[in-house]
């Protein structure tokens, strides 16, 4: 499994907690803003939204947060104007790393990103310096005791996802981004509710890490994503599992 597959998951399991501290509630509203400004406040016409408020929904968000939200995306609220922006460089060892953020101010965003990478390592690179290294694709994941494969399998592959994995206790479903939308529409119809279900960055080739260097590249990736404007991270890392869970904990 790629590392920012591994990690994502670990990520997951770890979002009650991160919950509580209030950063993914912030980090959805400010998806959710930016959405509803881009493409509009009916999510029915508008994907990214209905992603998103989907994503706040399994974190229990109110939704009078929600409907906030997109009201401050659409102009009927005043609220903070955030814009898209995508950091791209290397960690220890080489590894590639990208991150997406949403802001009100990049250039303070790009100094204390570019900070971080330093203060752990590695340093930030140009825009293309590693984005190729990587492939955009829908990444779903579906808990195996929700349904068995074949039935998953059949599912997805008629919405047009492009390929299922068995990674431990879960299935990972992988699709081009225009079909993203559909295949996870197929699986709510089915009554299967993803785990967890985005775009993300996959790796085309990965490196293996372990003992210093593997804790080196966990800490740049954990502050990284405890920045206030870091919405996504992603990496070419793979790490043993039983070791990231460990650093993780």
């Known amino acids: ?90 960690g220890p060892s080489g590894v590639a790393v990208v991150v997406e953020a949403l802001t009100d101010n990049k250039n303070r965003t790009v100094s204390e990103i570019r900070h971080l990478f330093s203060k752990h390592g590695g340093h930030l690179g140009q825009t293309g310096s590693v984005a190729h290294m990587f492939n955009k694709k829908g990444l779903i994941v579906v808990e195996k005791s929700r349904v068995g494969e074949d039935a998953l399998m059949s599912v997805v592959l008629d919405a047009g996802a492009e390929d299922l994995q068995s990674e431990g206790e879960a299935f990972e479903v992988y699709t081009a981004p225009k079909d993203f939308d559909a295949v996870v529409t197929a699986l709510k119809s089915s009554q299967i509710e993803p785990l967890s279900a985005e775009l993300s960055m996959i790796p085309l080739t990965s490196v293996k890490l372990e003992g210093k260097a593997a804790q080196q590249v966990l800490r740049l990736m954990e502050a990284l994503e405890e920045h206030d404007d870091v919405q996504k991270v992603f990496a070419n890392f793979d790490i043993d599992e039983a070791e990231m869970e460990a650093a993780a904990s």
Not at 49 to 67: F, Q, S, W
């Open 1 to 90: 499994m790629s590392g920012h597959s591994k990690w994502h998951s670990i990520k997951h399991k770890k979002g009650a907690a991160d919950a509580k501290r209030g950063k993914i509630f912030t980090s959805i509203i400010k998806e959710i803003t930016v959405a509803a400004r881009i493409g509009g406040g009916d999510p029915d016409g508008n994907p990214r939204l209905r992603t998103i408020i989907d994503k706040a929904k399994g974190v229990n968000m109110p939704a009078e947060n929600i409907k906030r939200a997109i009201q401050k995306g659409t102009g009927e609220l005043p609220g903070q104007s955030y814009e898209d922006a995508t950091y791209e460089g290397f």
